[in-house]
Nanobody, 123 residues
């Protein structure tokens, strides 16, 4: 089974930036970041179909967060800028299966998770 290792979380002031890293143990077609704040359900942040670099961002992070990848190292990065207190959460790297009918990384197909990295934004 594929393994995912995250790093890069921490605490910053509102308006600051953080860069999360996720390294996989092998090639993955679908990778992404999800987050879970205390008392809330886990939600998608952003995903990428790595073969073509096609990305999806949830509305609340569009224009502030950016995904990029290093294919040679099976790595996915999440650059987070203009961070706000509502971005505070545990962030999880995830891997999923490509939907070969729609050729998309359907959210319900993400089923492998990293251990998580905490992101805390102070107001």
């Amino acid at each position: 089974q594929v393994q995912l290792q995250e790093s890069g979380g921490g605490s910053v002031q509102a308006g600051g930036s953080l860069r999360l890293s996720c390294t996989a143990s092998g090639f993955l077609r679908c990778m992404g970041w999800f987050r879970q704040a205390p008392g809330k359900e886990r939600e998608v942040v952003a995903t990428m179909y790595t073969v073509r670099g096609i990305t999806f961002y949830t509305d609340s992070v569009k224009g502030r967060f950016t995904l990029d990848q290093d294919k040679s190292n099976y790595a996915l990065y999440l650059q987070m800028d203009s961070l706000q207190p509502e971005d505070t959460a545990m962030y999880y790297c995830a891997a999923g299966r490509l939907d070969h009918v729609t050729m998309t990384c359907a959210l319900e197909n993400f089923d492998v998770w990293g251990q998580g990295t905490q992101v805390t934004i102070a107001s």
